[in-house]
T-cell receptor, first 118, second 116 residues
């Protein structure tokens, strides 16, 4: 079964600095998607960035980028020029397609709480 | 509305009671997911609907939990004989269907259930 591990329960970063959140996963599949979601205190999960496993190029979205190492099963999120509004819980997620049921299965890590210091 | 909505926002109930949690997905989204998020954890998959049918209910923890989506839009998660361990935030997400490519999941704000 697939698993997602986030080993950093909490991280802090100074405003305008860069921070990297770690995520590792375990799977025997070759085709899948990986995601980073942000969950502010409002509880609403917001998609930050996604990566398709068959693409070697790391995804980027403005100040957010990933370091995807498929062989190492590592998927870290880098936030550049951190802003106060980036403070939230960040969840790494894995998605696979279940052929027997024709459904997508999402598996989430336990999250990393990011604090941004002014 | 433009996004996924969930009602109520908060629900406090007593042990042994029955509760219903409602999810209103984005119009046109035929795929709908329910998740449970316990304190300090990530969302845990409960059930997936494609249209009116539950395509995958393997995440429901036991037979006290049941979900319906009779007309393929609004879904209701039903919990019978609630237990204190059922206390969590229940999240709903919807997306367009598809067996290839990428279909983004859009989440609602969740319902925080507290069982006293």
């Amino acid at each position: 079964a697939q698993t997602v591990t986030q080993s950093q329960p909490e991280m802090s970063v100074q405003e305008a600095e860069t921070v990297t959140l770690s995520c590792t996963y375990d799977t025997s599949e070759s085709d899948y998607y990986l995601f980073w979601y942000k969950q502010p205190p409002s509880r609403q999960m917001i998609l930050v960035i996604r990566q398709e496993a068959y693409k070697q190029q790391n995804a980027t979205e403005n100040r957010f980028s990933v370091n995807f190492q498929k062989a190492a099963k590592s998927f870290s999120l880098k936030i550049s020029d951190s802003q106060l509004g980036d403070a939230a819980m960040y969840f790494c997620a894995y998605r696979s397609y279940v052929t027997t049921s024709g459904t997508y299965k999402y598996i989430f890590g336990t999250g990393t709480r990011l604090k941004v210091l002014a | 509305g433009a996004g996924v909505s969930q009602t109520p926002s908060n629900k406090v109930t007593e042990k042994g009671k029955y509760v219903e949690l409602r999810c209103d997905p984005i119009s046109g989204h035929t795929a709908l997911y329910w998740y449970r998020q316990s304190l300090g954890q990530g969302p845990e998959f409960l059930i997936y609907f494609q249209g009116t049918g539950a395509a995958d209910d393997s995440g429901l923890p036991n037979d006290r939990f049941f979900a319906v989506r009779p007309e393929g839009s609004v879904s209701t998660l039903k919990i019978q004989r609630t237990e204190r361990g059922d206390s969590a935030v229940y999240l709903c997400a919807s997306s367009t269907p598809g067996t290839s490519g990428y279909n983004e999941q859009f989440f609602g704000p969740g319902t925080r259930l507290t069982v006293l």
